[in-house]
């Protein structure tokens, strides 16, 4: 399980956005929990201390993620206590320890959802876990599908609301004035003075189905997109997965080595320095 914040500038910590994915909600044998199959996931809502993106910030025995859903009590997870090892605690392919946020958590998500479940952190200190090295070799994640960071243009999204009785919401790297899908191609680009590097066009899963505001499960936008952004119509001579594509999947050169002053901010400057000459020929 992931959440999504939204902010003005965040940090680069070690590959990744600092606090991106580092919870996951577990059923009793340890095995990830995502909206695919538990979409009230997605009314979760959390806050972190203001002072948390704050570059060099570090919490205390005082500050807490809060976690809010609807019809229960907030919940207070201290982000400076110790915490016991989760043993066999898994997320796609990958498996070890986490550390899990003890019975109150435990206690209320198994309300929530109605049946067993533990809120665990990835254990960064004795834990890696590595994107597809065909990919991005050298890369590692927390508790994302797969890759760290995603982009996407504002008139791609613009594109597909057009088409939409419905528009949808988007969290990602947004970058706007190009044009549409133009991110397909890019492969070496700068955001800020950060050098990023496009991956593998992102195929969508379930999740954008899901309406954010209500956690119902719809058709919508991946019938849509099956029209015009499906692996049949963008690779029609590569091998045919009945996949669909929307967005940029990156990974980040600087996000490799920790420090401080990594920050990337709401009007920071893209500068694309390579791209592949078509959607066909760019890896997915």
Not at 42 to 62: H, I, M, Q, R, Y
Request: hydrophobic fraction near 40%; charged fraction near 25%.
């Amino acid at each position: 399980m992931s959440w999504d914040f939204c902010f003005s500038s965040v940090h680069l910590t070690y590959c990744r956005f600092r606090w991106d994915r580092q919870w996951l909600v577990v059923n009793s044998k340890g095995r990830a929990y995502t909206q695919r199959v538990e979409p009230k996931l997605a009314l979760v809502e959390v806050e972190l201390p203001k002072d948390a993106f704050t570059d060099g910030w570090e919490p205390t025995k005082s500050s807490y993620l809060v976690v809010r859903a609807p019809r229960m009590d907030d919940l207070n997870v201290c982000l400076g206590k110790q915490c016991a090892k989760a043993d066999g605690v898994s997320v796609w392919e990958w498996s070890g320890s986490a550390l899990d946020e003890g019975d109150e958590a435990s206690k209320w998500f198994s309300t929530y959802l109605g049946k067993p479940s533990r809120l665990v952190r990835f254990n960064a200190v004795s834990e890696t876990r590595a994107v597809d090295p065909k990919f991005a070799p050298g890369f590692k994640v927390m508790f994302s599908d797969g890759y760290p960071f995603l982009l996407i243009s504002q008139g791609s999204l613009d594109a597909l609301n057009e088409l939409l009785k419905e528009p949808v919401p988007i969290n990602c790297i947004l970058v706007k004035v190009c044009e549409p899908f133009s991110e397909d191609l890019w492969k070496e680009l700068k955001i800020n003075m950060f050098k990023f590097q496009g991956v593998k066009l992102c195929s969508r899963c379930k999740v954008p189905t899901i309406n954010q505001e209500n956690g119902i499960a719809g058709s919508e936008p991946n019938e849509t997109l099956k029209e015009f952004r499906s692996d049949k119509v963008l690779r029609p001579n590569k091998k045919q997965q009945g996949k669909v594509y929307f967005g940029q999947i990156l990974v980040c050169q600087e996000s490799l080595i920790e420090g401080k002053g990594k920050t990337i901010s709401v009007g920071d400057c893209v500068y694309v320095f390579s791209k592949a000459s078509s959607a066909a020929e760019a890896a997915a």
